[in-house]
């Protein structure tokens, strides 16, 4: 059908059962989000990990939670796919239900780098100011990003955090032929890593190269509390220093090997000024890496594997995050290469190269001159 072309009838009406195939499709979606953002929470599927089925008696006495609520969400995970149940005609109570082993590492297996339990949480903390985020789609205003709360702090470290702990300083970096060598040449070595959020990037580059010292800057409070906090238990104390700063102040100082960036950028409302900090803490003999969502080059009605995803998260979140200072970049989620060019030329450099590195839902850029 062509956009000027009259619609039949029965075409109007295909395209409206299929429309509404969609919605309830994605009613059931963000029914099973939700819920097993409950399961984790309430540690439900940890305590049916371990293979044995269990009762909805069994399941609170193990969890310390409601029986009846416990029994309700055991039955809607089966039905929603998540559980299965060994004798579904038994009497409610008698009923035994179980994680399929396939479950069990994106559930529960929070080290593995298939673990998806922080996703849930993620968008539980995108959708929680969301009459916030409505009055400022009408007014051009912003939502502060800890109004989005704990579960969006905590999502999205978690959603990054094995990647950063098993991929950035086992992989991704040592894949950098210059800059691991200088990290891992037995020379103490400095990073700064802004817009830390919860430290796991500094944390993990620190693990993976001993030699390092790690300076991370935040500016969220409760970020950069619970980062520090997260230092103290890995110990790394003496060799990650979190401090609450703005990525974009013209006064932060130092001298860096390497300067890192991971999934902040399009965040900033003053991205121009954030990248001159990190090109004067590079100085000459410095490297800048930026980490920022896979976005194509252009824009795309179908969009790429991804941006479904990333428009949604703007929409509800980056945008918004972004728009509180005025002036502003006002960049969102789908910030493109081009959009990061135009950034980082502004902030002296001559280039952008989008580094060879798979990393997933990510680019890892290299910005150069
Ligand atoms: C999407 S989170 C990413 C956090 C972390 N890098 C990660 O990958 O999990 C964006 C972070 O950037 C921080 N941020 C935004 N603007 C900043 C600025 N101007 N200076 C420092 N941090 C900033 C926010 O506080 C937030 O913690």
């Known amino acids: 059908m062509t956009a000027t072309a009259q619609p039949t009838l029965e075409q109007v009406e295909q395209e409206r059962d299929a429309f509404i195939d ?10 099973k989000i939700f819920t097993i953002y409950m399961g984790v929470e309430l540690g439900y599927y940890s305590a049916l990990a371990n293979g044995r089925p269990k009762t909805s008696a069994q399941l609170s006495s193990a969890t310390s939670t409601d029986e009846r609520y ?9 039905v929603a796919g998540i559980l299965t149940v060994d004798n579904p005609d038994a009497d409610a109570t008698e009923r035994r239900f179980r ?9 529960t297996e929070t080290e593995s780098l298939n673990y998806l339990g922080a996703l849930p949480a993620i968008v539980a903390g995108t959708v929680r100011p969301i009459d916030q985020v409505i009055e400022a789609f009408r007014n051009g205003g912003g939502v502060e990003f800890h109004d989005f709360g704990q579960p969006m702090r905590c999502g999205q470290a978690g959603m990054n955090r094995n990647l950063f702990l098993y991929e ?11 800059i691991h060598e200088r990290l891992s040449n037995g020379r103490p070595a400095r990073i700064a890593d802004v817009g830390c959020g919860l430290g796991w990037s500094s944390i993990g580059m620190a693990r993976a190269y001993p030699n390092v010292h790690v300076d991370g800057f935040d500016l969220d409070e409760a970020s950069v509390t619970e980062a520090q906090q997260l230092v ?5 104390e003496d060799r990650v220093n979190i ?9 932060l100082e130092g001298r860096y090997d390497l300067v890192t960036a991971f999934e902040c950028v ?3 409302s003053d991205p121009v000024g954030a990248i001159s900090t990190m090109r004067r803490l590079a100085h000459d003999d410095g490297s800048v890496i930026i980490m920022d969502e896979r976005t194509s080059e252009v824009f795309d009605p179908a969009g790429n594997d991804i941006e479904w995803l990333l428009y949604g998260f703007s929409v509800l979140h980056c945008l918004p995050v972004g728009m509180v200072d005025t ?3 006002a960049t969102g989620t789908v910030m493109r290469p081009a959009t990061l060019r135009s950034y980082a030329r502004q902030a002296g450099f001559s280039d952008i190269e989008i580094l060879p590195i798979d990393a997933g839902f990510f680019h890892l850029y290299r910005l150069h001159g």
């Open 232 to 236: 103290r238990e890995y110990g790394l």
């Open 168 to 178: 950035l300083g086992q992989s991704w970096l040592p894949s950098i032929p210059d």
């Open 99 to 107: 994680l399929p082993h396939g479950h069990i590492e994106p559930l």
């Open 327 to 329: 002036p502003t970049a």
């Open 70 to 78: 416990a029994r309700e969400w055991l039955e809607q995970q089966t």
């Open 243 to 251: 401090q609450l700063r703005d990525a974009a102040d013209p006064h």
């Open 22 to 31: 969609t919605l309830l499709d994605a009613t059931a979606g963000v029914w």
């Open 266 to 268: 399009h965040d900033m």
